[in-house]
Nanobody, 117 residues
């Protein structure tokens, strides 16, 4: 089973940037897509960005133009570049690997992102 490990979270002021990394213990192409979910305090976990095996990217409206998901196949690593961060971006960010129907097959443990105003 492929394990996913996130890193790169932290505390940042509004308007700042962070880059999250998700390192897979095996090939990321064992999944149909890789995604980043966010769980804000008191809210349900929500998919914010995903990249499919062919390289198509998708974003939730609230992060479009600010977040970029990418991957390095040689390193089996997926990234989430987050710019112009706002306090509402605060939450735990979870990397995941998804199957053909979008079902999550693997989760990372998460990394905390806190944006101060």
């Amino acid at each position: 089973q492929v394990r996913l490990t996130e890193s790169g979270g932290g505390l940042v002021q509004a308007g700042g940037s962070l880059r999250l990394s998700c390192a897979a213990s095996g090939t990321i192409f064992s999944f149909n897509a890789m995604g980043w979910d966010r769980q804000a305090p008191g809210k349900q976990r929500q998919l914010v960005a995903a990249i499919t095996k062919p390289g198509t990217t998708n974003y939730v409206d609230s992060v479009k133009g600010r977040f970029t998901i990418s991957r390095d196949s040689a390193k089996n690593t997926v990234y989430l570049q987050m710019n112009s961060l706002q306090p509402e971006d605060t939450g735990v960010y979870y990397c995941n690997g998804r199957g053909p129907t979008g079902n999550v097959l693997a989760w990372g443990r998460g990394t905390q992102v806190t944006v101060s105003s």
